[in-house]
């Protein structure tokens, strides 16, 4: 894993003599008793993280807790009080104008709450824009915005005007924008905030769609619990301009740091972080092609199961049978092959649990955890799914 961003002992204070409050920060002095005694609001206190290249990293935390004043940090909107700030190793923080002009016109792009959209350009003029402001030709600029708008799932809306667009749509447009410049970096101040919950979980899902083709370095901003762990390969929590613990959603849940964080995931739906790999069963019993009818029968009787998994020698995954065809099958005369079935889902060891639910309803069978060269690893059985015991 390449590191793409390296934040060290960042901090920013707003108001006047800020070296001064970061001495007293220093010794202990809380963040209410300073705003109480000199007027200094403390954004961020001495925060150090790393994120890799290609990762969702998620700042999440209450309003007020420092996660806006963080992100515009790191693209120098706000300037550090203190602390070092990396990307790719170069520190930012000392960059002149002209380099910034060509971090944030080349590297790094940003997508805001609020979408930012120009009222009076079109749909792809708000795309093109960055690609404008860095003197690209017209028909360029606009074959790459179209080419965007695309991606984010606005093909021919480019001739409208953002009011004619609905909320997730234009914040559709916003990341369009951002994209079009081809950053290395995107960072998302809480960009999914101002949308109904139904259109939201929708872009989320749509951004990580997105994210598997661009392959940014995200760093995204969200104080909903359920979306940082549903987005983010990795969260950092704030609370009072400090990061209070950094982990992958899983390490977060099985592990928070104290009470403030178990407080903070208590309502959250276990469903969408745990995955297949976190409930399956060992694939046991199973039976094997040359095993035959009689000896599957006898497994499925002593086992107590009306079906049971087909396998290989190296477990590659063949099929199912039920008992009941079994029987009949032997009565027959009537071979393993002509029986066995393919009608089951199969789902690799990543699977959220939530996205098994509809499966789990729809299915007869077991829900089969297979890698991906099809070697059976576990097995989910549906009704501890139906029954939200998993
Ligand atoms: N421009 C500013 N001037 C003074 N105080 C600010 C400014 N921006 C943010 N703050 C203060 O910094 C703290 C963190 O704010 P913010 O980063 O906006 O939190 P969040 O984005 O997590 O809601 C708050 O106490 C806020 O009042
Ligand atoms: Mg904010």
Redesign the pocket.
Known sequence: MTVKIRVENLSKI??RNPKAVLKKLEIGITKEEILKKTGN?V?VNNVSFEVNEGEIFVVM?L???????LIRCLNLLNKPTAGKIFFEGEDIVKYNKKQLRELRQNKIAMVFQHFGLFSHRTVEDNAAYGLEVKGVEKEERLRIAREILETVGLAGWGKKMPHQLSGGMQQRVGLARALANNPDILLMDEPFSALDPLIRREMQLELLDIQDTVQKTIVFITHDVNEAFKIGDRVAVMKN?EIVQIGTPEEILSNPANEYIEDFIKDIDRSKVKQAKHVMFKPSPLILHKDGLKFAAKEMETQGISSIFVVDRGRKLQGIITIDDTIKAIKKGEKLEDIIQQDFFTIDTETYIQDLLPMAIETKFPIAVVNDTNKLEGIIVRASVLSGLV
């Open positions: 707003f108001g609001a954004g935390g309003s007020g807790s420092g996660k806006s004043t301009g």
